[in-house]
């Protein structure tokens, strides 16, 4: 009887180590061809993925191409220098690592790993998601870039709520070297361990953090801006000298201000009103009455030439 059964045990224990096994990602499926979603695509091209970068039509996704080839040119000019052929080689070689769809079920059955870069609007994201669970293979892990939405609420709209994990990366992606990884309490240890390393992989420094409103970076970084409006509404110091204030003072490449515009000022809004709403007694998230009231005027920041400041 022993003998029966050592076979049995060792089989039962490999399939074991198999399912503990974390997941190499090799295809990449990106779907959002904005900023975020064409900077994610590259950056995950020019390390050796398989990439497809989906969004609703062409005309967009030739924007994004022609947006990526443009960005691998600067990135070349600076690595490669010295060496123009490796440069023009670089670029021709990640270009060929991508390609584009505007059919996202499509293209899901044959990937590793999902990641949304889309409209920060939950019921959108949820819809996504709960679609693409359908036609994704078991082993593929979703992902979210999203920078103030709870993952876990997102992961719940699939089947797979261990195998989905947040991915925030940072606006230019092809720069900005960090990317925090996301945990819920359902990811499992292996899918976390995958997003790290396909961070690393990506040639990102990952940081990790459970599923609190705006992770790390951004759950410090918002009430900071909101807290430097306040003071503007109070009469406390202009916009300006609290600009100059914080660039001179604490050593930051731009002040609130100037960062509330570039970020832009519905986004910020959208992530404030997001988070009163979860903890309305926190006077960290507490509305601003100026902030609405730019919004409100459109004016955004510097995608529409006017927020706290005025652009030509």
Not at 19 to 48: C, E, F, P, R
Not at 156 to 184: A, C, W, Y
Request: aromatic share 8%.
């Amino acid at each position: 009887m022993a003998f029966a059964t050592r076979p049995f045990v060792r089989a039962a224990s490999s399939a074991s180590a198999a399912a503990a096994k974390k997941l190499a990602v090799k295809h990449v499926t990106v779907i959002g061809g904005g900023l975020m979603g064409a900077g994610i695509a590259q950056v995950a091209a020019a390390s050796g993925h398989t990439v497809v970068l989906v969004d609703q039509s062409d005309e967009i996704l030739k924007k994004s191409t022609k947006g990526i080839e443009e960005s691998l040119k600067r990135v070349t000019k600076k690595k490669f220098a010295d060496k123009p052929e490796a440069g023009a080689e670089f670029i021709e070689k990640t270009l060929k690592n991508l390609t584009t769809s505007t059919d996202a079920v499509a293209v899901v059955h044959s990937t590793d790993l999902v990641i949304e870069a889309i409209v920060e609007n939950k019921e959108v994201k949820n819809e996504l998601f709960k679609r693409l669970d359908k036609f994704a293979p078991e082993h593929t892990i979703f992902a979210s870039n999203t920078s103030s939405l709870q993952i876990t609420e997102l992961a719940n709209s699939t089947t797979r709520q261990d195998r989905f994990g947040g991915l925030h990366f940072f606006n230019p992606v092809p720069m900005m070297k960090l990317v925090e990884v996301i945990k819920t309490p359902m990811t499992s240890q292996k899918t976390f361990e995958s997003l790290v390393d396909f961070s690393k992989a990506v040639g990102k420094s990952p940081v990790s953090c459970k599923d609190t409103p705006g992770f790390i970076v951004n759950r410090l970084l918002v009430p900071y801006m909101m807290e430097a409006v306040r003071l503007f509404e109070r009469g406390d110091a202009s916009k300006e000298d609290i600009d100059v204030a914080m660039k001179l003072g604490a050593g930051y490449p731009m002040g609130p201000f100037e960062l509330l515009d570039y970020v832009g000022l519905d986004t910020s809004k959208y992530i404030i009103d997001g988070w009163h709403k979860l903890e309305p007694n926190n006077p960290l998230f507490a509305p601003s009455p100026l902030l609405n009231k730019l919004v409100e005027e459109k004016k955004l920041g510097k995608k529409t030439g006017e927020g706290f400041y005025k652009y030509k």
